[in-house]
């Protein structure tokens, strides 16, 4: 079986940095939610995507196809993306370990799927189901949406275990684009971008990728027809990707669509569209994006806001719009090889990608807010107040989880023509062309971090070492000062030789800029690469909403019951606010001058990493606590 990258640029792509053909988690940290993955939420994902009728779908369409009866279409639009999601997480899984259940699940869903596609290669059972004719309606109707996560998932299963036959069907599909397509037709939701690059670098079919490119310099024309309130932006088709300063509108499809481009501009040496892609990302950062990594903070239209329009009470933060920016964070640093693609990875895989998951694996969160006040309102079911959900009617963000997690191991690494860099760091083995290397750590909960060499070439050759920006001035490497982005150790390696890493993982108070005014006079805190929270559970008697940070004394504390036994909270002093009854019930009085808040005493404050809040129980929880 093949374990190649989850993105694998051909040989002749304008790429700084390759992947490693092999990285694999085993034990600590990720590997804990791995097996968790592999073991509890995509079974469960294998159920709940059937109850939905997205492989009765499938199943009817292919009925119809030969003759029979079909039926009427069951559930979304975008079922059957559901299907692809979860199908390439099974093959991931595969890829990392045979089982034989996960196997027979693999091959009975890929026949069905096969099934359901006609003669002509076109594959999308709504449209099949409903009898509409093909791209009549692709502003909204996600059939491309669909073909390029069939198009992942069959480039999953080909390099994951060397089946062929979904590649096949997906290539299949390519074709029928290629030539029937309208010229200048684009999908309301990107995503096709991706499986065209993703399955012209497996086929080496060159016409998948000048469409995907033909689809990129295509859009931001305002050609998609424009639906109920939202105007171009919502699906960027307002101002063309090169032109663009900043993304905008869905952030989930904003996502997809950098990362399509991203995959272009490397496979056309397109320096023009990756330099916008840069200035876009950097922007996002600057702007746009969470302390977790998450984006997205307007629920209508699950968009982008303004510039530092990052409510924490309000963040819409979809869960699949993390997943969408590790996939262009990725592709961003594999085409430059700057530290601060792969520091946002980390960030947003620990601290948007993984609340969107119960440690259990079992329940799941769509929307991530960073606060929930006492009282809120658990209206939607989306609300983060309702706590993880057992599954939802748009169910586009379990299974994103799901082949994000499988594929994990890829991203860990890569490698060039001088060495090896590591990103990420997690319990494993690294696999690097004649390179091998065992990583051990504890990390995140520890910052020690041991790189063994297994095996070696005779060569000199130079192993990288992505020191994180939130170790600026704290770290080492084999008890020398390392400072942020890749610290380079060079020499004639032999197996057994050892480089030790140390980053300071300890608490840490975080600010925001004075812009970012809902914060304002407000911190958070951080340990190592994790955001941590106030949760309602460790502070009875009191209401989060009331409390406030006393000092800047931070230490560490002893495991909660209900939490693993790894996690380590963070305790600290802190006051509750005073509630006067003279002010009558009515929440504002009249400005003389400023005055240090009134207190009720002192309370200890217990913060929990954010990514395992609502395990013990909903209630109310903040990110940001004022400092009195």
Same mark, same amino acid.
């Given at each position: 079986? *093949?374990?190649?990258?989850?993105?694998?640029?051909?040989?002749?792509?304008?790429?700084?940095?390759?992947?490693?053909?092999?990285?694999?988690? /085993?034990?600590?940290?990720?590997?804990?939610?791995?097996?968790?993955?592999?073991?509890?939420?995509?079974?469960?994902?294998?159920?709940?995507?059937?109850?939905?009728?997205?492989?009765?779908?499938?199943?009817?369409?292919?009925?119809?196809?030969?003759?029979?009866?079909?039926?009427?279409?069951?559930?979304?639009?975008?079922?059957?993306?559901?299907?692809?999601?979860?199908?390439?997480?099974?093959? %991931?899984?595969?890829?990392?370990?045979?089982?034989?259940?996960?196997?027979?699940?693999?091959?009975?869903?890929?026949?069905?799927?096969?099934?359901?596609?006609?003669?002509?290669?076109?594959?999308?059972?709504?449209?099949?189901?409903?009898?509409?004719?093909?791209? *009549?309606?692709?502003?909204?109707?996600?059939?491309?949406?669909?073909?390029?996560?069939?198009?992942?998932?069959?480039?999953?299963?080909?390099?994951?275990?060397?089946?062929?036959?979904?590649?096949?069907?997906?290539?299949?599909?390519?074709?029928?684009?290629?030539?029937?397509?309208?010229?200048?037709?684009?999908?309301?939701?990107?995503?096709?971008?991706?499986?065209?690059?993703?399955?012209?670098?497996?086929?080496?079919?060159?016409?998948?990728?000048?469409?995907?490119?033909?689809?990129?310099?295509?859009?931001?024309?305002?050609?998609?027809?424009?639906?109920?309130?939202?105007?171009?932006?919502?699906?960027? &088709?307002?101002?063309?990707?090169?032109?663009?300063?900043?993304?905008?509108?869905?952030?989930?499809?904003?996502?997809?669509?950098?990362?399509?481009?991203?995959?272009?501009?490397?496979?056309?040496?397109?320096?023009?569209?990756?330099?916008?892609?840069?200035?876009? %990302?950097?922007?996002?950062?600057?702007?746009?994006?969470?302390?977790?990594?998450?984006?997205?903070?307007? %629920?209508?239209?699950?968009?982008?806001?303004?510039?530092?329009?990052?409510?924490?009470?309000?963040?819409?933060?979809?869960?699949?719009?993390?997943?969408?920016?590790?996939?262009? *964070?990725?592709?961003?640093?594999?085409?430059?090889?700057?530290?601060?693609?792969?520091?946002?990875?980390?960030?947003?895989?620990?601290?948007?990608?993984?609340?969107?998951? *119960?440690?259990?694996?079992?329940?799941?969160?769509?929307?991530?807010?960073?606060?929930?006040?006492?009282?809120?309102?658990?209206?939607?079911?989306?609300?983060?107040?309702?706590?993880?959900?057992?599954?939802?009617?748009?169910?586009?963000?379990?299974?994103?989880?799901?082949?994000?997690?499988?594929?994990?191991?890829?991203?860990?690494?890569?490698? &060039?023509?001088?060495?090896?860099?590591?990103?990420?760091?997690?319990?494993?083995?690294?696999?690097?062309?004649?390179?091998?290397?065992?990583?051990?750590?504890?990390?995140?909960?520890?910052?020690?971090?041991?790189?063994?060499?297994?095996?070696?070439? &005779?060569?000199?050759?130079?192993?990288?070492?992505?020191?994180?920006?939130?170790?600026?001035?704290?770290?080492?490497?084999?008890?020398?000062?390392?400072?942020?982005?890749?610290?380079?150790?060079?020499?004639?390696?032999?197996?057994?030789?050892?480089?030790?890493?140390?980053?300071?993982?300890?608490?840490?108070?975080?600010?925001?800029?004075?812009?970012?005014?809902?914060?304002?006079?407000?911190?958070?805190? /951080?340990?190592?690469?994790?955001?941590?929270?106030?949760?309602?559970?460790?502070?009875?008697?009191?209401?989060?909403?009331?409390?406030?940070?006393?000092?800047? &004394?931070?230490?560490?504390?002893?495991?909660?019951?209900?939490?693993?036994?790894?996690?380590?909270?963070?305790?600290?002093?802190?006051?509750?606010?005073?509630?006067?009854?003279?002010?009558?019930?009515?929440?504002?009085?009249?400005?003389?001058?400023?005055?240090?808040?009134?207190?009720?005493?002192?309370?200890?404050?217990?913060?929990?990493?954010?990514?395992?809040?609502?395990?013990?129980?909903?209630?109310?929880?903040?990110?940001?606590?004022?400092?009195?």
């Amino acid at each position: 079986m *093949s374990d190649d990258a989850v993105v694998r640029p051909r040989p002749d792509a304008a790429v700084t940095l390759r992947p490693a053909s092999g990285g694999r988690v /085993e034990g600590g940290f990720w590997g804990a939610r791995q097996r968790v993955n592999r073991e509890v939420t995509i079974p469960l994902g294998g159920e709940r995507i059937r109850e939905s009728g997205a492989f009765t779908n499938l199943e009817l369409a292919a009925l119809e196809r030969t003759g029979g009866a079909g039926g009427e279409h069951q559930g979304k639009v975008f079922a059957d993306s559901d299907v692809y999601k979860w199908l390439e997480a099974v093959a %991931w899984e595969r890829g990392r370990a045979e089982d034989e259940s996960l196997a027979r699940s693999y091959d009975e869903a890929v026949r069905v799927v096969a099934a359901a596609q006609r003669p002509d290669g076109y594959l999308h059972t709504h449209t099949q189901l409903t009898g509409r004719p093909p791209y *009549s309606d692709l502003a909204s109707s996600h059939e491309l949406y669909c073909a390029g996560h069939l198009m992942q998932a069959a480039v999953a299963g080909r390099r994951a275990t060397g089946d062929a036959t979904l590649l096949g069907v997906a290539a299949r599909f390519a074709d029928h684009l290629v030539k029937d397509l309208p010229g200048d037709a684009l999908d309301g939701h990107p995503e096709v971008e991706t499986g065209l690059a993703e399955l012209y670098r497996e086929t080496g079919v060159r016409p998948y990728l000048d469409l995907a490119a033909r689809m990129i310099t295509g859009r931001g024309h305002e050609r998609l027809p424009l639906k109920g309130h939202h105007g171009p932006g919502i699906r960027q &088709d307002r101002v063309p990707l090169r032109a663009a300063t900043a993304v905008e509108g869905h952030a989930v499809r904003a996502m997809y669509l950098a990362a399509g481009a991203a995959d272009v501009a490397a496979e056309t040496s397109d320096r023009g569209l990756l330099d916008a892609l840069e200035r876009q %990302w950097l922007d996002m950062v600057a702007t746009r994006t969470y302390l977790t990594g998450g984006l997205g903070s307007v %629920w209508y239209g699950e968009q982008f806001g303004g510039p530092h329009e990052l409510a924490p009470e309000t963040a819409y933060c979809e869960t699949c719009a993390a997943i969408g920016s590790v996939q262009w *964070s990725w592709r961003m640093l594999l085409a430059t090889g700057a530290a601060r693609y792969a520091d946002l990875m980390e960030r947003t895989l620990h601290n948007a990608v993984l609340p969107g998951i *119960s440690l259990a694996g079992d329940r799941f969160f769509y929307v991530n807010a960073l606060r929930v006040r006492a009282g809120a309102n658990p209206d939607d079911r989306r609300a983060a107040a309702r706590g993880r959900q057992d599954w939802y009617g748009t169910a586009c963000c379990p299974p994103n989880a799901m082949r994000l997690l499988s594929s994990l191991g890829h991203y860990l690494a890569t490698r &060039d023509d001088e060495g090896v860099q590591l990103h990420l760091y997690a319990n494993g083995t690294i696999r690097a062309g004649d390179v091998l290397l065992e990583v051990e750590t504890d990390y995140p909960w520890d910052g020690r971090v041991e790189i063994v060499v297994r095996e070696t070439p &005779d060569l000199p050759w130079t192993l990288a070492l992505r020191i994180p920006a939130w170790a600026d001035g704290t770290a080492g490497v084999n008890g020398e000062p390392a400072n942020p982005g890749y610290h380079r150790v060079r020499r004639a390696w032999r197996p057994g030789d050892r480089v030790t890493l140390d980053l300071a993982v300890r608490p840490r108070l975080t600010a925001a800029v004075p812009r970012l005014d809902v914060a304002r006079g407000h911190v958070a805190v /951080e340990r190592g690469p994790l955001v941590y929270c106030l949760e309602q559970v460790d502070h009875p008697g009191v209401i989060v909403d009331d409390l406030c940070l006393a000092g800047p &004394d931070l230490r560490d504390g002893a495991p909660l019951p209900g939490l693993p036994a790894e996690v380590v909270p963070v305790l600290a002093r802190g006051r509750a606010h005073a509630h006067r009854e003279e002010d009558g019930g009515f929440p504002y009085r009249t400005a003389t001058a400023p005055r240090e808040p009134e207190h009720a005493g002192p309370v200890e404050l217990t913060f929990v990493p954010y990514h395992t809040w609502a395990n013990r129980g909903a209630g109310p929880m903040t990110i940001w606590a004022p400092m009195h």
